[in-house]
């Protein structure tokens, strides 16, 4: 059951003021500003008039530690009991580990993430949602890094969820190019994330998840052509949403291991999230062709109309298929392509994953951190 309350379309974010508790002390919080340039800030701040709002700005595209430590510290001082979150997937993971932390009984607040406690309670917070991509709108998971660490974990729990979610998707019109990109190609990898496995008999579990990306792949051209049309982009935004709100993620097998591999890619080099999974996901499932050949198969069918070739020739051109769409949007699918330092990485992810514990991941938990040296390498 998915609790968050969705308001889509255009002018909704006028609709704060019967959402937010009229007698909340308010945090907003937001990026590095791009919401200033694009008109958003001024819409939150007219539908908010009468409201006692605070501000907490500068929250970085990987939800910074540090950074979340001072608005947590504001939240205490000030007495906050109600956060508005105002950005992208960063902005409102990085509000969702101060909801969790805010009520957190511990000395430390990193051992939310480094021990992987649930939160059943949280602060609560809405969100305005202003960049497409993770659905974090809409789902109770959030990734947080740590710099000085150079670690990146995620966390989770039912007090995570939105109270409500604003999606408005005029706001798409003002998202440079390489966002929008970003944007595509977590949400399509998302929908891999959660089907290509093995066939579990979830028929329409697989109708809704190849439904997601067919519509990806169809308005991908289109808004990033021009996003301010709007049809468009409203459907790059639902199929966002989407893509990790829980919905086709119910009664099949998940694998999540190109994620595992892809936040330490962000966490050592700082590459863009959407862009991580785009260099491990073809390395990932050609690695593990053997045990995914039959959804590979039915994915280069569905997804991309190939229909000749035998069971492995599909499956075959279904990655290739994959990789061509990631070049498509301009995005590189080789880690050597963002960095020169490459070499080494595959070894050091291998002991990170020993020493925490990670010894058996995908959807059949054998992936073991040897298997994701290879597959790391597979990919430079």
Not at 239 to 256: R, Y
Not at 358 to 365: Q, V
């Amino acid at each position: 059951m998915n609790p968050t309350k969705v308001l889509f379309g255009k002018g909704q974010i006028a609709s704060l003021a019967k959402e937010v508790p009229s007698d909340a002390r308010i945090l907003m919080l937001y990026g590095g500003g791009s919401i200033k340039k694009n008109g958003i800030y001024e819409q939150v701040k007219d539908a908010l008039k009468g409201f006692d709002v605070l501000e907490f700005s500068g929250i970085p595209a990987n939800p910074e530690y540090e950074v979340l430590l001072e608005a947590l510290k504001m939240i205490r001082e000030e007495k906050i009991s109600f956060m508005l979150a105002v950005g992208g997937g960063s902005v409102i993971d990085g509000v969702k580990f101060l909801s969790a932390a805010a009520l957190y009984k511990g000395d430390n607040p990193w051992d939310i993430l480094s021990l992987k406690i649930r939160t059943e309670k949280g602060l609560p917070f809405g969100t305005v949602l202003t960049l497409p991509a993770t659905a974090s709108e809409m789902n109770s998971g959030a990734v947080i890094s740590r710099k000085a660490t150079q670690e990146k974990f995620s966390m989770g729990g039912p007090g995570l969820f939105p109270k409500f979610s604003i999606l408005d998707p005029q706001v798409v019109a003002s998202i440079p190019e390489r966002q929008l990109a970003n944007g595509i190609t977590d949400a399509f990898t998302h929908v891999l994330e959660q089907y290509m496995t093995y066939p579990s008999g979830a028929l329409l579990q697989d109708r809704i998840a190849e439904g997601i990306m067919q519509t990806l792949v169809e308005v991908a051209p289109r808004v990033i052509k021009d996003p301010s049309d709007y049809e468009a982009a409203a459907n790059f935004m639902w199929s966002c949403t989407m893509a990790l709100n829980g919905l086709i993620q119910k009664g099949v097998p998940t694998d999540w291991a190109v994620h595992f591999m892809g936040h330490e890619l962000t966490a050592l080099f700082g590459i863009d999230h959407a862009r991580t999974l785009a260099i491990i996901a073809p390395s990932h499932y050609r690695y593990n062709f053997e045990s995914k050949k039959e959804k590979l198969a039915q994915y280069a069918e569905r997804v991309w109309g190939i229909t000749t070739g035998t069971l492995e020739e599909k499956a075959t051109a279904g990655i290739k298929a994959t990789e061509n769409f990631f070049h498509s949007l301009e995005i590189d699918t080789k880690l050597s392509e963002y960095t020169p330092e490459f070499k080494g990485t595959a070894q050091i992810i291998f002991r990170r994953f020993t020493d925490r514990g990670w010894l058996g991941l995908g959807e059949h938990k054998s992936l073991t951190p040897a298997d994701v040296e290879k597959i790391v390498e597979m990919s430079y």
